[in-house]
């Protein structure tokens, strides 16, 4: 199984927006996470598709952008336009969940779905064969920074047999907390996908942080 970093930019300098990719990508990052946040579903306020639209003018990595905002389905057209790569969104944040997934994939992008600490499992069961990538919260969205929720390595467990039980070829993502301590946990559990902000950009040299972060999921757990 393949192991994917995506460099959360929420935690990077973006006066040294440019150069902080560089480095990533030096390191080895697959894919750059965008967090873009309302004030109102969560907490907090950040990014909008004019950020996404400058970095695909410096990048051609996959753009994973995970909307943690009321009513997504509005940003649709915008996030596609703009570069997005991934349309992530929290089944909580609107109504018709389906539709919205069949409307990412007609625009292109990846579609994705956002389990929060505590939004079941089960509610995958009704649109697994509707997504491309699970996204598993593993602390509660709004902040960078905060620390993995230990329950988070059986959700993921449970999340992967999921999508394995259903052949799904369905990437699992994991964001939250993410560190060289963390993420041999998370995938030993079933997790390809690695969202990491502080871990790397908060690091003197946040290539090595990625390498290193790649080196613990070669360490069995």
Known sequence: MTVRIAPSVLSADLGRLTEQIERAVAGGAEWLHVDVMDGHFVPNLTFGAPLVRALRRVTNLPLDVHLMVERPERYLGEFADAGASVFTFHPEATVHVQRH??????????AGLALNPSTPVSLLEEVVHDVDLVLVMSVNPGYGGQSYIPQSTDKIRRSRALLDRHESPALLEVDGGITAATIA???GAGADTFVAGTAIFGSPDPAQAIRDLKRHCAVKV
């Open 101 to 110: 997934l069949a409307t990412a994939r007609q625009l292109g992008m990846l």
């Open 185 to 187: 946990e998370a995938w």
